[in-house]
């Protein structure tokens, strides 16, 4: 296969990603890095030609966004790691144009935000304020890209502990693309794992209703089958926690009032998460 047959799979890669064909892009992404790799342009060289080169960009750019269509964040990580070299050149030698830079690094920084790697967004995020003060960004400062600052915001609403704001960012359309989705996810489930597990050890019970509320599920059908999940007990519109060695019973009152109170309580955990629960 020759540099002259890419196109034609680039295009036909961007068909199945719009029908969903996932099967069929991974087999179609396959042939396009085998073009690649006879064409020595897997990686950037000064002999590599800038239409070879935005041709291995774009293929690798797929690529993130299939494995993320996969729900395969470790493809996603090491295709995003191949695309950093290709993002270094100078836009004199591969021009930015029809770049999805902001979106791929908008996607691997929510990534690292849903696996609780806080050291690796804020590392990432100095890189790319340090780039943009050298005159490296794609023409608009990082405050002016939809892509970084989702997930930007949402961290910052984390170590606030507003989870409510999180929690509606990720509703709707409030995500810049559908691909984000697979990480807000993630990142909802670790808020909502840390929340049931301060819940075990803050209060013997908790209303159904109040459960719902608390872990941001969207109905009660929904709070018992996560409470089952989790071995806990509901009983008459109740659920009952696993009894805590050395915990002191709380009042009704206290429990009444439990969604705000952990919610509270939740904060430092979200600081210190470090791995998906």
């Known amino acids: 296969m020759s540099e002259k047959d890419l196109p034609s799979l680039l295009h036909q890669l961007h068909k199945t990603l719009t029908s969903h064909d996932y099967t069929r892009s991974s087999t179609l992404l396959s042939s396009a890095k085998l073009a690649l790799l006879h064409l020595n342009a ?13 041709l291995a960009r774009e293929t690798l750019e797929l690529g993130a966004l299939i494995s993320i269509r996969l729900q395969d964040p470790s493809s996603f ?97 409030k995500a810049p693309s559908e691909e984000y989705g697979v990480f807000t996810e993630v990142l909802i489930g670790t808020i909502r794992s840390e929340i049931a597990s301060c819940s075990e050890c803050a209060y013997p019970s908790l209303p159904i209703s109040n459960a719902k509320n608390l872990l941001f599920l969207d109905s009660e059908g929904s709070v018992v089958e996560f409470a089952h999940a989790r071995g806990w007990v509901v009983k008459d519109g109740r659920i009952y926690f696993p009894m805590q060695q050395g915990s002191d019973m709380r009042s009704e009152k206290e429990i009444l009032v439990a969604s705000e109170q952990v919610i509270e309580n939740t904060i430092g955990y979200a600081r210190e998460l470090e791995t998906i629960v």
Do not use: N
Request: hydrophobic residues 30%; aromatic residues 10%; charged residues 25%.
């Open 77 to 173: 990580t090491r295709y995003f790691q191949q695309l950093q070299p290709f993002y270094d050149l100078p836009e004199s030698t591969l021009s930015r144009e029809g770049s999805r830079r902001s979106k791929i690094t908008g996607l691997y920084l929510l990534l690292l935000l849903s696996q609780g790697d806080y050291a690796g967004f804020h590392t990432l995020l100095e890189s790319l304020e340090v780039g943009q003060e050298a005159g490296d960004g794609q023409g608009k400062g990082l405050e002016e890209d939809r892509f970084v600052q989702y997930p930007v915001k949402l961290e910052q609403w984390l170590m606030e502990g507003s989870y409510d704001r999180v929690w509606g960012a990720t509703k709707g359309e």
């Open 42 to 54: 897997l990686v950037p060289s000064p002999d590599t030609p800038p239409h070879t080169l935005s």
